[in-house]
């Protein structure tokens, strides 16, 4: 066995530490710059639960071969917050019953404004509560109500301020907020207004992304016909700045690209992802990883539902190079505050290291990248272009 693969999986079987990730694939309207697979049909619902429970018990050897304790569960996808009380409770009673979890596992559920806002509420969540439910990500967006309607959310911004409020009064602490910067027609002005609305509410957890076009989105068709336009990159990166500036004032740190959280309160699924830890997907779409390869769900309800009801193959799998497992540690810890090891790379990584760091050396002397001794990270003007440096850094050779 090489000696990447060896130390990563040493690092592993240590860690004795794994996820699972619950793909949702339904959402009650679809916003325009989301590409995400889900269905606006949720006739087949039950079924579809059926199979990811059988999905479950199918993969139990997945992550039981190397990790004995779940330490995050996330429901995402889609609209998790769609479901019922019993929805949830099915899965999670069939994930306790295959998995040890961890007695102090965070499970988070992703939930729209929209579906915390009313007057039913209280009862849903204090039942997500009584699930075991203990980290609530919320998909705010904007608290502007002309960039949400151009975005094609069904909420307003007074809902999302309610169903913040609402969710913070029935006893959620673990709660963070997505909020997106550099939407068409945004100013600095726009953008300070949703970020000071979101301070006020005082989460301990704020996820902040930059608007993407991402293709076969409507916003990518709109753009493509000329019915929109991008924000030019002075003001994305006058965004960016004043997001950086306010977040380090307020006391949050920013330990990853987009996200920011008081200390105690990072997201410990995702930081998961950037460190390698194994994690399962359950459900249509959903990717898994467990250390020498990647798998990922067919992305198409009624196909993930039959193969699982036949027992035929309802994912593609990929076994991971040396060469991807090279990428995908620039990828993932360059995007944390933590950054790159240098001798971890040179001491596992000698085929590729040489051409690596030639175009590192390029820039050890910019603004864009800092660090000592064995240590590098992308400063905050490095992670506003982390996309171009990391595919700068990538080799060919291998």
């Known amino acids: 066995m090489d000696s990447t693969r060896f130390n990563l999986q040493a690092t592993i079987a240590r860690s004795k530490r794994a996820g699972i990730y619950l793909h949702i694939p339904y959402c009650r309207q679809l916003c325009y710059y989301c590409d995400f697979h889900f269905s606006l049909s949720p006739q087949d619902k039950d079924e579809l639960i059926t199979a990811m429970t059988r999905e479950i018990a199918l993969r139990k050897d997945y992550l039981n071969r190397q990790a004995t304790d779940v330490r995050t569960i996330y429901f995402g996808g889609g609209t998790p917050s769609v479901l019922t009380l019993a929805d949830i409770r099915r899965i999670l009673d069939e994930i306790m019953s295959v998995f040890s979890v961890s007695t102090d596992a965070e499970i988070t559920l992703e939930a729209n404004p929209d579906d915390l806002g009313d007057d039913l509420s209280p009862a849903y969540l204090f039942g997500l509560r009584d699930l075991g439910i203990n980290r609530l990500s919320i998909g705010v967006q904007s608290f502007h109500d002309h960039e949400l309607k151009a975005m094609n959310r069904l909420h307003d911004a007074r809902e999302a301020v309610r169903s913040v409020e609402e969710v913070l009064r029935c006893g959620f602490e673990n709660v963070t907020l997505d909020l997106i910067y550099g939407l068409p027609n945004s100013t600095l002005e726009s953008w300070s207004h949703s970020l000071e609305t979101a301070l006020a509410l005082s989460p301990p957890h704020l996820s902040c992304y930059h608007l993407t076009f991402e293709e076969k989105t409507a916003f990518a068709n709109f753009r493509k016909k000329g019915k929109l336009h991008e924000v030019s990159d002075a003001i994305s990166w006058a965004q960016y700045q004043r997001l950086c500036d306010r977040m380090g004032e307020a006391g949050y740190e920013h330990y990853e690209i987009s996200n920011f959280a008081r200390k105690g309160w990072q997201s410990r699924h995702n930081h998961a992802y950037w460190i390698g830890i194994p994690y399962l997907g359950i ?11 990647r798998q990922w769900n067919i992305a198409n309800n009624r196909k993930y539902r039959e193969a699982i009801s036949r027992g035929t193959v309802f994912y593609e799998k990929e076994i991971l190079s040396d060469k991807d497992r090279f990428h995908d540690y620039l990828l993932t810890r360059l995007r ?18 040489p051409d690596f760091y030639r175009e590192f050396a390029r820039y050890l002397d910019t603004d864009l990248l800092e660090g000592k001794g064995n240590r590098y990270r992308l400063t905050e003007k490095g992670m506003f272009q982390s996309d171009v440096i990391i595919g700068d850094l990538f080799v060919d050779s291998g």
């Open 336 to 353: 944390t505050a933590k950054g790159i090891d240098l001798r971890y790379l040179k001491n596992n990584f000698p085929t590729f290291y």
């Open 283 to 293: 459900g249509p779409a959903a990717h898994s990883f467990d250390g020498e390869s």
